[in-house]
């Protein structure tokens, strides 16, 4: 099994691997909330076979896409990321 986006490609976009973790899931459940809001609207007015290409790829798998490309980045601060 191949993992996408390469582990050692995510690495070298981050500081650490705390730091790829907690962006990618922060993402994550960004893009999961967005989903969600669509999905609801789109119930009523979209076909199923649509509605399931919005929502067939995992929030966490598009986070790490994102990281990847270069698409998203992280500020660190004292207590936190941004």
């Known amino acids: 099994m191949v993992i996408k986006p390469d582990i050692d490609?995510?690495?070298s976009k981050v500081?650490?691997?705390y730091t790829l973790c907690?962006?990618?899931a922060r993402r994550a459940r960004q893009i999961n909330g967005?989903?969600?809001g669509v999905r609801d609207?789109?119930?009523l007015t979209?076909?199923?076979s649509q509605i399931a290409s919005i929502t067939s790829t995992k929030p966490l798998t598009l986070a790490m896409e994102e990281?990847?490309?270069g698409d998203?980045?992280?500020e660190r601060t004292a207590e936190s990321y941004k």
């Open 9 to 11: 490609l995510l690495l």
């Open 15 to 17: 500081d650490s691997k």
């Open 22 to 24: 907690i962006v990618s």
């Open 34 to 36: 967005m989903v969600h």
């Open 41 to 43: 609207q789109a119930l």
């Open 46 to 48: 979209m076909q199923a």
């Open 67 to 69: 990281i990847a490309s």
């Open 72 to 74: 998203i980045g992280y």
